[in-house]
Antibody, heavy 116, light 108 residues
């Protein structure tokens, strides 16, 4: 059974860059889509973007100018970078493995707070 | 982008009762790539239904999905205590992937 685990700083200063890594165990990076999804405290879910095992990416237009997702197949990891963060980026960030685009299996989530 | 509108926002029911949750899309969801997720406090969403009506592995058969095009429904035939949670619909037909705002099923 595949397992996903998010890791990274829990606190990021405004205007800086948020960086998270998702480590995949119990399965290969191939041949799936790998997504990042976030949820502000007490609110709904927002898809950030995905990366395909081939390296192709697709981002939510609302975040496209600030986001990048990358893949490290040697470590079975994929990563999220979100630049120029503000308090509005405070959220629980989930990584997920797709069945096609559908985020089928999810990590437990990591809370990232943007504050000075 | 496809906007998903869920109703009601809150549904108050008792264990043993049935529940019907609605998800309406702003445009047709291609191939009925509409999924339903359940989320409990402090947990990640759990996939219940995909392709509008296919139960995910391990999901009890009291959960069923129906609908096509722009109108979809998640039905819980008899609510169990562990079913009180927030439910989200989600479409994977068109980028950007989008989620509905959620329906909270609470104990009456």
């Amino acid at each position: 059974q595949v397992q996903l685990q998010e890791s990274g700083p829990g606190l990021v200063r405004p205007s800086e860059t948020l960086s998270l890594t998702c480590t995949v165990s119990g399965g290969s990076i191939n041949p799936y889509y790998w997504s990042w999804i976030r949820q502000p405290p007490g609110k709904g879910l927002e898809w950030i973007g995905y990366i395909h095992h081939s390296g192709s990416t697709n981002y939510n237009p609302s975040l496209q100018s600030r986001v990048s997702i990358s893949l490290d197949t040697s470590k079975n990891q994929f990563s999220l970078r979100l630049t120029s963060v503000t308090a509005a980026d405070t959220a629980v960030y989930f990584c997920a493995r797709g069945g096609g685009w559908l985020p089928r299996f999810w990590g437990q989530g990591a809370l990232v707070t943007v504050s000075s | 982008e496809i906007v998903l509108t869920q109703s009601p926002v809150t549904l108050s029911s008792s264990p043993g009762e049935g529940a019907a949750l609605s998800c309406r899309a702003s445009q047709s969801v291609g191939n009925n790539y509409l999924a339903w997720f359940q989320q409990k406090p402090g947990q990640a969403p759990r996939l219940l239904i995909y392709d509008a009506s296919t139960r995910a592995t391990g999901v009890p058969d009291r959960f069923s999905g129906s609908g096509s095009g722009t109108d979809f429904t998640l039905t819980i035939s008899r609510l169990e205590p562990e079913d009180f949670a927030v439910y989200y619909c989600q479409q994977s037909a068109t980028s950007p992937l989008t989620f509905g705002g959620g329906t909270k099923v609470e104990i009456k």
